[in-house]
């Protein structure tokens, strides 16, 4: 029989522990033991335990100080606590240091395998998982939308109402977040799903080359014009458009985009025929675009087009809960690309993913476990496998050098270079990020950077 999974019982009663085995194992699941929290911390280590049963009064280590000791290594393995001395206060102070639930001794025996059911369910977030597929559908791979926050789970309730719709959506957020991952969210779970859905990021191009990319062109419109070709609009009818950081869309080219989306309808550069297009815009922007429009870089009215419906992505800051899940999965991801076996991390390299900022939210983080993984030596990621920003406890948000950090006689060169450097380690290598907060442009960011001999 396959087992339904590891349980590591910890218990200093030997006579209590021995029963555990007989009656948890006859029920199916594989039985380690552990006589000590300490040893129950080393365990949890060496090898991962999909349940664990835990006493409250140890001689060495008791349960309570096991627990917090295990939750900081992984927060993914639910934890049942045990204790003869049943009170109140007990039960709120596991509880808060992360138990899943509590059971008094002497145990209620189908009390404990219920309890033991559901912990295995919450274990991997399968519950949780399951009423969100439900509830959006499964066409869309919901393994890159990680997170059980409370920030998040309503998140993915707004865009389940959303989905179905036909609204025009417009995503917020800061850098890093997912919007992208939000898009297509909403076009996978829409009755446009079996339509393509096509992406263009609004930055990346010039106004010229922005038009063309979004109406297409005749052959001939302009220079380099060899030949007629399609632009997103049309590739994206009967489908989604996402259109990622609209706002740096200038007003020139907002207009034509107001037209398209009052119209339905298009008009190739170059050319004069007018073409029905059937596409649900999703745009994006981490602008405010209430500011932009009082500072004349937004229209008005177009942004009540794309507004109909707003969601935001929270900061990876609101959402500090979900570090560990997103950390354990970039983890794999890129053990497994990299060719590396690594268990975990620990204790201490947790503690600094979950004290930092994150100014790169997701993305940043992704890129610092990808970092971490290609930089380890051992089998656990440790702190001094991060990026220094990330590792250095007197960091804050960029880790920008301040007054107080700049030596008197340091260069004005120096002085630039180590901050371009610093603010480009904290954006996680993103030049445009890095451009962005620099208060730069992205071409005087690479001058720069061609300049200190800091291109890669």
């Given at each position: 029989?396959?087992?339904?999974?590891?349980?590591?019982?910890?218990?200093d009663?030997?006579?209590?522990?021995?029963?555990?085995?007989?009656?948890?194992?006859?029920?199916?699941?594989?039985?380690?033991?552990?006589?000590?929290?300490?040893?129950?911390?080393q365990?949890?280590?060496?090898?991962?335990?999909?349940?664990?049963?835990?006493d409250?009064?140890?001689i060495?280590?008791?349960?309570?100080e096991?627990?917090?000791?295990?939750?900081?290594?992984?927060?993914?393995?639910?934890?049942?606590?045990?204790?003869a001395?049943?009170?109140?206060?007990?039960?709120?102070?596991?509880?808060?240091?992360?138990?899943?639930?509590?059971?008094?001794?002497?145990?209620?025996?189908d009390?404990?395998?219920?309890?033991?059911?559901?912990?295995?369910?919450?274990?991997?977030?399968?519950?949780?998982?399951?009423?969100?597929?439900?509830?959006?559908?499964?066409?869309?791979?919901y393994?890159?939308?990680?997170?059980?926050?409370?920030?998040?789970?309503?998140?993915?309730?707004?865009?389940?109402?959303?989905?179905?719709?036909?609204?025009?959506?417009?995503?917020t957020?800061?850098?890093?977040t997912?919007?992208?991952?939000?898009?297509?969210?909403?076009?996978?779970?829409?009755?446009?799903?079996?339509?393509?859905?096509?992406?263009?990021n609004?930055?990346?191009?010039?106004?010229?080359?922005?038009?063309?990319?979004?109406?297409?062109?005749?052959?001939?419109?302009?220079?380099?014009?060899?030949?007629?070709?399609?632009?997103?609009?049309?590739?994206?009818?009967?489908?989604?458009?996402?259109?990622?950081?609209?706002?740096?869309?200038?007003?020139?080219?907002?207009?034509?985009?107001?037209r398209?989306?009052?119209?339905?309808?298009?008009?190739?550069?170059?050319?004069?025929?007018?073409?029905?297009?059937?596409?649900?815009?999703?745009?994006?922007?981490?602008?405010?675009?209430?500011?932009?429009?009082?500072?004349?870089?937004?229209?008005?009215?177009?942004?009540?087009?794309?507004?109909?419906?707003?969601?935001?992505?929270?900061?990876?800051?609101?959402?500090?809960?979900?570090?560990?899940?997103?950390?354990?999965?970039?983890?794999?991801?890129?053990?497994?690309?990299?060719?590396?076996?690594?268990?975990?991390l620990?204790?201490?390299?947790?503690?600094?993913?979950?004290?930092?900022e994150?100014?790169?939210?997701?993305?940043?983080?992704?890129?610092?476990i990808?970092?971490?993984?290609v930089?380890?030596?051992?089998?656990?990621?440790?702190?001094?496998?991060?990026?220094?920003?990330?590792?250095?406890?007197?960091?804050?948000?960029?880790?920008?050098?301040t007054?107080?950090?700049?030596?008197?006689d340091?260069?004005?060169?120096?002085?630039?270079?180590?901050?371009?450097?610093?603010?480009?380690?904290?954006?996680?290598?993103?030049?445009?990020?890095?451009?962005?907060?620099?208060?730069?442009?992205?071409?005087?960011?690479?001058?720069?950077?061609?300049?200190?001999?800091?291109?890669?």
């Amino acid at each position: 029989m396959k087992s339904k999974g590891r349980v590591l019982v910890v218990d200093d009663d030997q006579a209590h522990r021995t029963m555990l085995r007989t009656l948890v194992s006859g029920w199916g699941y594989e039985i380690s033991e552990a006589d000590d929290g300490d040893t129950a911390i080393q365990m949890v280590h060496g090898r991962p335990y999909d349940l664990i049963l835990m006493d409250i009064r140890m001689i060495k280590v008791s349960g309570l100080e096991a627990l917090a000791e295990i939750k900081a290594y992984n927060p993914a393995i639910p934890v049942i606590i045990m204790t003869a001395y049943s009170s109140v206060e007990t039960a709120v102070e596991g509880l808060k240091k992360g138990a899943y639930d509590y059971l008094t001794k002497p145990l209620d025996f189908d009390e404990l395998r219920l309890a033991m059911e559901r912990a295995m369910d919450h274990s991997h977030l399968k519950e949780e998982n399951r009423l969100l597929r439900e509830t959006l559908g499964t066409q869309f791979d919901y393994r890159n939308i990680i997170g059980r926050s409370t920030a998040m789970v309503k998140l993915l309730e707004t865009v389940a109402q959303v989905a179905p719709s036909e609204a025009t959506v417009l995503i917020t957020g800061e850098s890093g977040t997912g919007k992208e991952l939000i898009a297509g969210a909403i076009h996978f779970n829409s009755p446009r799903k079996a339509g393509p859905f096509v992406k263009i990021n609004c930055a990346a191009l010039t106004e010229t080359l922005l038009e063309s990319e979004l109406f297409g062109h005749e052959k001939g419109a302009f220079t380099g014009a060899h030949r007629r070709r399609e632009g997103r609009f049309l590739l994206a009818d009967g489908g989604s458009l996402f259109l990622d950081e609209v706002s740096a869309m200038s007003l020139a080219m907002q207009v034509k985009l107001l037209r398209v989306l009052q119209e339905r309808e298009i008009t190739r550069v170059g050319g004069e025929e007018v073409i029905k297009v059937d596409v649900r815009v999703i745009a994006a922007t981490n602008k405010d675009l209430i500011q932009e429009i009082e500072e004349n870089r937004f229209r008005e009215d177009l942004y009540y087009r794309v507004n109909v419906v707003a969601l935001n992505v929270p900061r990876l800051r609101e959402r500090e809960e979900d570090i560990p899940l997103l950390t354990q999965h970039f983890l794999g991801m890129f053990a497994e690309k990299n060719q590396k076996k690594i268990k975990g991390l620990t204790p201490q390299a947790m503690d600094r993913l979950l004290k930092y900022e994150w100014p790169g939210n997701v993305r940043e983080l992704m890129n610092a476990i990808e970092r971490a993984v290609v930089l380890s030596r051992s089998e656990y990621l440790d702190q001094e496998d991060l990026p220094m920003v990330v590792k250095d406890e007197d960091s804050e948000g960029l880790g920008l050098l301040t007054e107080s950090t700049v030596p008197a006689d340091l260069p004005l060169d120096e002085v630039e270079k180590a901050t371009i450097l610093k603010t480009l380690e904290a954006c996680g290598g993103n030049k445009s990020e890095a451009a962005r907060r620099l208060g730069i442009t992205r071409k005087t960011l690479h001058k720069k950077l061609k300049k200190y001999g800091a291109m890669s």
